[in-house]
């Protein structure tokens, strides 16, 4: 028999439909129904690809005399983090806040008024390592709420005024100037690791935001020191086994500092994050390597995560069977000699052995090793490598695949928009713009009400109930105003405006900093607000680029003001710690330089010189500079009104900071007024 989660749309959340908890969805329904039992409410939270969460189920939600225990004496409620980002937020900083530590499964003990006064994340079936049972906690926490429910609800009362009491400061509401973006950098400087690229030590994240900054501080200041962490950073994340070698695409992150052993999940913000940081990477440079790895993770993205409606899936899974039915991580990617024999006979797998970095004693578990691309002496038969790769792919495919959480989330298909319609018109791939475009129809056509409000996720053609945060109004209009840049298509830019329009009016506190959750949204114990940059941009500073982008476009003063200052932030936090604000500081710097706005005109029908100019726009590295691309007379975008032909012929027209350079009709000209 199935609980109340059967008619969920999150996959997360229908893996526990089946199991002996009487489990009910995050709702007022359940807070109800725990008044009515005068009963506490265990609110447990995890996400689909969590390896823990799955051994906490395994263990404990599917084991009956537990589900007897939480039935009786509990209203237990599921949430998928992904879906409810707002949730998530209030009790993780409740938890941490108590256990100095945080992390997923979440294990909260709330009042039915919601307040939390219980904390933890994983508990295990039996005691161990100074970790009581998770039976042991469900009798302590029934029998605190029986004998002591004063102090119980005195705590929790404590915790909810501490949190509500938590607003951030963030000094001035100026948005920081060259003096703290150095200061940043200096920053980051000092955490670099030089030996392995990255930042800090393990776990490592690849910190595709930060490397964003690197690349325009360097294109503003032509600091060769930023260009050089960020090259040699994606370098090795590249050459390790964080990247896969075999398929494309980014796993989570790595366990050691020298990006060796993954954590095997791959998620679609990641990989959407780091094929736009090598694109742009390649812009900078020209790297072979920056392209072959953007166009790989494009590549991945579009065959791996795409949803039958055109969206992109959410996640797929770390662990996946091993062959002999057991669930295993890093089953599907990890190699053995043997296996490699098996693949490709004993001469080709000496070869792979050697190029992969396969050693006997191996890598990873149980003599196994996560393929790499060591630095190598000799020079490989490009075609023979090539052959390899294939086979092995081919052999890869036969294993048992990883599970794939198939919701698709507004922000992180806002990121994957904004991704495929660079790298596609960078490389000349019409079908990765054409990707863009239609996971960009499906977020109007399904995620968009008639007051252009966005629902957070959708599933099998199905929006979901959970309305949209402000990273997903802001990753979404990033997306669309990447594609308007790209196509030419000035609907997105007005897509954009509706996004933004919401954020001005349902986001903000009134004096420039922003909330995650809209002011109509349901209120929770107190209203979430992070600025700060993790796995994804935060919502505040992926809103203020956003906001930054559409004002070039259109000369808004109160979108241009509101992303000032919501930068007010960055200026406190940017010097501090930089690693945790890189897009904020990505947006300062497009701040510094203006950012330019670049308008191409060209006859009726896209002729080449226009094309070649456009292109050139595209690629140009001044950060943060906005494109748009027409017929003369068009009214597709305000950048290319009065904007007549020179002498007949295409020409492009640069301007920044409310003054234009001469048009010009030569690519090279605009090469260069768009480089530094």
């Known amino acids: 028999m199935s609980n109340r989660l059967a008619h969920e749309t999150s996959p997360y ?16 329904e359940a807070f109800e129904e725990a008044r009515r039992r005068d009963v506490p409410v265990l609110l447990s939270v995890g996400y689909s690809s969590c ?6 189920a395994h263990e404990s939600f599917e084991d009956r005399v537990t589900a007897d225990l939480l039935n009786a004496h509990f209203v237990s409620v599921k949430v998928d983090r992904e879906e409810r980002p707002d949730v998530d937020a209030v009790y993780m900083e409740a938890v941490q806040a108590a256990t100095g530590h ?23 079936p039996e005691p161990r390592h100074n970790m009581p049972s998770f039976r042991q906690v469900l009798q302590g926490v029934q029998q605190a709420w029986a004998d002591r429910r004063e102090e119980v609800t005195d705590v929790a009362g404590k915790i909810a005024r501490d949190l509500a009491g938590r607003e951030i400061s963030y000094g001035d509401s100026k948005a920081p100037g060259a003096a703290e973006l150095g200061q940043a950098l200096l920053g980051l400087t000092r955490e670099y690791d030089p030996q392995r690229g990255g930042f800090g030590g393990a776990p490592k994240f690849p910190p ?22 960020a090259q040699d950073t994606c370098e090795r994340m590249a050459r390790g086994g964080i990247y896969d070698q075999l398929g494309g695409g980014f796993a989570r992150y790595s366990v050691d500092r020298d990006w060796v052993v993954p954590h095997f999940e791959k998620m679609l913000y990641d990989n959407a994050l780091l094929c736009r940081v ?31 409606e055109g969206g992109f899936a959410s996640a797929l899974d770390a662990d996946s069977d091993d062959g002999t039915g057991r669930h295993v991580e890093g089953a599907y990617y990890a190699w053995t000699p043997a296996q490699l024999t098996e693949a490709l006979g004993a001469e080709d ?3 792979a052995a050697q190029y992969f970095g396969v050693t006997e004693e191996g890598t990873f578990e149980h003599g196994s090793s996560v393929l790499q691309l060591p630095q190598h002496e000799g020079v490989f038969d490009a075609e023979r490598i090539a052959s390899v790769r294939l086979r092995l792919l081919a052999a890869r495919d036969a294993r048992p695949a990883p599970g794939r959480d198939d919701k698709v989330v507004a922000a992180w298909n806002g990121l994957a928009i904004a991704a495929l319609a660079e790298t596609g018109a960078y490389f000349d791939r019409p079908d990765l713009v054409e990707a863009a475009v239609a996971a960009a129809d499906l977020l109007v056509r399904l995620h968009l009400d008639d007051h252009a409000r966005l629902a957070r996720t959708s599933k ?53 900093a922003l909330y995650d959750t809209a002011s109509d949204a349901e209120r929770l114990i107190r209203r979430p607000q992070d600025p700060t940059d993790n796995a994804t941009p935060s919502g505040w500073t992926a809103a203020a680029g956003a906001l930054l982008s559409y004002a070039a476009h259109t000369g808004s003063e109160p979108h241009r003001a509101a992303a000032e200052q919501a930068l007010g932030v960055v200026k406190a936090l940017g010097p501090r710690v930089p690693r945790f604000i890189g897009w904020g500081l990505a947006v300062a710097e497009a701040l510094l330089d203006g950012p330019r706005e670049v ?58 900071n409310f003054t234009c350079d001469a048009p010009t009709t030569d690519p090279e000209r605009l090469r260069t007024a768009l480089n530094g």
């Open 102 to 124: 945080g992390g997923w499964p979440m294990t909260v003990f709330l009042t039915p008024e919601a307040e939390p006064f219980y904390f933890g994340t994983y508990f295990p």
């Open 599 to 656: 308008a191409v005109v060209g006859p009726e029908q896209g002729d080449d010189a226009a094309r070649a100019l456009h292109r050139t726009a595209l690629l140009g590295t001044a950060p943060g500079a906005v494109v748009a691309v027409g017929a003369e007379g068009s009214d597709e975008f305000p950048l290319l009104a009065d904007r007549p032909l020179v002498g007949g012929a295409p020409a492009a027209y640069v301007c920044r």
């Open 278 to 308: 090598y694109a742009h990477l390649w812009r900078s440079t020209g790297s072979a390597l920056a392209r072959r790895v953007a166009l790989e993770t494009a590549d991945f993205m579009v065959r791996e995560l795409r949803t039958a």
């Open 460 to 512: 099998d053609g199905r929006a979901g109930a959970n309305a949209g945060v402000l990273e997903d109004y802001a990753d979404v209009a990033e997306g669309f105003l990447a594609l308007a840049s790209v196509t030419g298509e000035g609907v997105w830019l007005d897509f954009a405006g509706l996004l933004l329009d919401h954020v001005l009016t349902r986001f903000g506190d009134g004096s420039g």
């Open 349 to 351: 797998a000496e070869l």
């Open 51 to 56: 390896h823990w969460c799955h051994v906490m």
């Open 208 to 229: 595709s935001m930060v490397i964003e900054f690197l690349l325009r501080h360097h294109a503003r200041t032509g600091a060769e020191g930023a260009l050089q962490m």
């Open 13 to 28: 959340l229908l893996q526990h439909a089946d199991n002996p908890v009487d489990w009910w969805p995050w709702s007022d």
